[in-house]
């Protein structure tokens, strides 16, 4: 059974640093990874989705990247913000159902 | 106007009482699903579908039903709601064909059942 793991749980950084939110996963046979951001009470909203093909995506200040063969995608950001306090889901699609979530990553960035 | 809409955005009822959550997209999409999400457990699976002939159960089907009434709509429904029904539940849709594509979520439905 397809499990998906993010590392650290919650993450506090000043502003301005540049950070790195960890996901993996057990059976390499997946589709592709998606990168989530969720508000508290809110909605999930789509950051990046890498297919399994490809080894990473960037979307203005975030790159995220999967490593496949060692069940391993990783989301950068860059100069963080206030703003980008959130949690951040990761979660794959494997052939016949839909996605597999971990259970997410909680940053906290001060000013 | 958003995407993905989902009604009502809160709701509390109370054991034994049947609830259905509706969910409707604009976004010309094949497949919906139904997601709940538990503090500490994360996002898993209830129903989903990939057309409108089309329903499949998740991971935690258990005590629930779905209607895809339409390509646009698809609801969510408890016969008989019991406290550990509380969550916020999520629908999300994403593109049909062969691939699995990018799935876009709904604002979500916190319920509470006392």
């Known amino acids: 059974k397809q499990e998906v793991t993010q590392i650290p749980a919650a993450l506090s950084v000043p502003e301005g640093e540049n950070l790195v939110l960890n996901c993996s996963f057990t059976?390499?046979?997946?589709?592709?990874l998606q990168w989530f951001r969720q508000d508290p009470g809110k909605g999930l909203t789509s950051l990046l989705l890498i297919q399994s093909s490809q080894r990473e995506q960037t979307s203005g200040r975030l790159n995220a990247s999967l490593d496949k063969s060692s069940g391993r995608s990783t989301l950068y950001i860059a100069a963080s913000q206030p703003g980008d306090s959130a949690t951040y889901l990761c979660?794959?699609?494997?052939?016949?159902?839909?996605?597999?979530f971990g259970k997410g990553t909680t940053l906290s960035v001060s000013s | 106007d958003a995407d993905v809409t989902q009604t009502p955005r809160n709701r509390i009822t109370k054991t034994g009482k049947r609830i259905m959550l509706e969910c409707s997209q604009t976004?010309?999409?094949?497949?919906m699903y139904w997601y709940r999400q538990d503090p500490g457990l994360g996002l898993q699976l209830i129903y989903y579908s990939f057309d409108v002939k089309d329903i499949n159960k998740g991971e935690i089907s258990d005590g629930y039903s779905v209607s895809r009434q339409a390509q646009a709509k698809f609801s969510l429904s408890l016969e008989s709601a019991i406290p550990n029904q509380t969550a916020l539940y999520f629908c999300?849709?994403?593109?049909?064909?062969?691939?699995?594509?990018?799935?876009?979520f709904g604002p979500g439905t916190r319920l509470t059942v006392l």
């Open positions: 976004k010309g999409h094949d497949r």
């Open positions: 999300a849709t994403s593109e049909g064909g062969t691939g699995f594509n990018e799935q876009f």
């Open positions: 059976d390499s046979a997946i589709y592709n």
């Open positions: 979660a794959v699609n494997q052939a016949g159902t839909a996605l597999i």
